[in-house]
């Protein structure tokens, strides 16, 4: 119980990075699957997320199934569903869109995945979502019809991301939204990082070794790419460990 969370912790406080790949069952072939995770296990990721905006029924548990071939790396679902849930996968994140104030993504939907969720042995852990606005239309803001917290209140992203902390959620997600023209500013990365006593994900936009390094400096403790690696699998060769 609580594997992957403790885990992170530990790999946070000797003060190394972590990368999630993530892996949206909508876009990636089965047949595709295991180059892909041969690539990937000879780069420096950490996690697997799997999860996607519009994914049909049955479609995750298949996709993790044949992740786990290949692969020691946990596996942590990353649902924009119920129907995602499949206790294949290591862990959820149990996300509560806390930038937003549609009551479904708050906790409705968390209500309703719970007899699903009763009947696996996933770890959860509950983690806090902040949609950063982007300047486009991400999936996240239209399939939960919330808007994202503008980048320059900067106050209002810390306040957030500490009252999800306060409300006792395990980790904080500052979300750009995936294919997101422009990653999250180090600028709110740090100052979202001095307000927590929780590990930080940032995610969304982020295609380059760079992109990814910025990230991590300015205080991200997990960052997760999905985009980059879907559009470029020699992507991973940058990343060799
Ligand atoms: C999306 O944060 C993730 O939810 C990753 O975003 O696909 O832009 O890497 P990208």
């Known amino acids: 119980m609580n594997k992957c969370y403790r885990d992170i912790q530990e790999t946070?406080?000797?003060?190394?990075?972590?990368?999630?790949?993530?892996?949206?069952?909508?876009?990636?072939?089965?047949?595709?699957?295991?180059?892909?995770?041969?690539?990937?296990?000879?780069?420096?990721?950490?996690?697997?997320?799997?999860?996607?905006?519009e994914v049909e029924?049955?479609?995750?548990?298949?996709?993790?199934?044949?992740?786990?071939?290949?692969?020691?790396?946990?596996?942590?679902?990353?649902?924009?569903?119920?129907?995602?849930?499949?206790?294949?996968?290591?862990?959820?994140?149990?996300?509560?869109?806390?930038?937003?104030?549609?009551p479904d993504y708050l906790i409705g939907k968390h209500v309703a995945s719970v007899s699903k969720l009763k009947a696996t042995r996933?770890?959860?852990?509950?983690?806090?979502?902040?949609?950063?606005?982007?300047?486009?239309?991400?999936?996240?803001?239209?399939?939960?019809?919330?808007?994202?917290?503008?980048?320059?209140?900067?106050?209002?992203?810390?306040d957030t991301a500490k009252a999800g902390e306060f409300l006792g959620m395990k980790m904080i997600y500052l979300e750009a939204g995936s294919g997101a023209t422009h990653p999250i500013e180090a600028e709110i990365i740090q100052k979202v990082k001095q307000e927590l006593n929780i590990p930080l994900i940032v995610g969304g936009g982020i295609r380059s070794k760079e992109e990814l390094n910025a990230a991590h400096k300015a205080g991200a403790d997990l960052v997760v790419i999905g985009t980059a690696f879907e559009e470029n699998e020699a992507f991973f060769n940058e990343l060799k460990k």
Do not use: C
């Open 122 to 158: 996933l770890e959860v852990i509950p983690t806090g979502y902040l949609l950063i606005e982007n300047g486009k239309m991400t999936s996240v803001e239209r399939i939960s019809k919330t808007k994202p917290i503008k980048r320059s209140a900067l106050h209002t992203i810390t």
């Open 57 to 102: 029924n049955g479609m995750t548990e298949r996709l993790v199934m044949e992740i786990k071939k290949y692969t020691k790396l946990p596996v942590i679902l990353f649902p924009g569903d119920v129907i995602q849930i499949t206790d294949k996968a290591d862990a959820i994140l149990f996300l509560s869109l806390i930038s937003g104030r549609n």
């Open 12 to 53: 946070i406080s000797k003060s190394e990075k972590l990368l999630a790949v993530l892996i949206d069952p909508d876009k990636m072939q089965i047949e595709s699957v295991s180059a892909f995770i041969s690539k990937l296990n000879q780069s420096i990721a950490t996690h697997i997320f799997v999860g996607g905006s």
